[in-house]
Nanobody, 121 residues
Framework: QVQVVESGGGLVQTGGPLRLSCAAS????????ISWYRQAPGKERELVAI????????NYADSVKGRFTISRDNAKNTVYLQMNGLLPEDTAVYYC??????????????WGQGTQVSVSS
């Protein structure tokens, strides 16, 4: 069983920085990728950023490019999302998704409970 826990959310002013953390634990033979999603009220969940488990290849949603940075601490099995220049439209619940490769033919995704990010105007 894999556990995923997000932390670091809170209330910040427009333009401020915030860093989210995603810690994974449990039976993890290999991580394919770790992603950050977000969901605002009345909106569908959208992909924000992704980092692969091997060579740390990253990709970002167009709306956050140049402002958000995803990174990984291999020793702690933790991924971070550094958010700078926050905007009110960034307000959402942010979820971490861990894609685990259990075998050559079996992969599974695990979700955290989410952490609230609120940006005041």
């Amino acid at each position: 069983q894999v556990q995923v826990v997000e932390s670091g959310g809170g209330l910040v002013q427009t333009g401020g920085p915030l860093r989210l953390s995603c810690a994974a634990s449990g039976s993890i033979p290999r991580i394919n990728a770790i992603s950050w999603y977000r969901q605002a009220p009345g909106k569908e969940r959208e992909l924000v950023a992704i980092i692969t488990g091997g060579f740390c290849i990253t990709n970002y949603a167009d709306s956050v490019k140049g402002r958000f940075t995803i990174s990984r601490d291999n020793a702690k099995n933790t991924v971070y999302l550094q958010m700078n220049g926050l905007l009110p439209e960034d307000t959402a619940v942010y979820y971490c998704n861990v894609d685990v490769r259990h075998s050559a033919y079996h992969a599974a995704e695990y979700w955290g409970q989410g952490t609230q990010v609120s940006v005041s105007s």
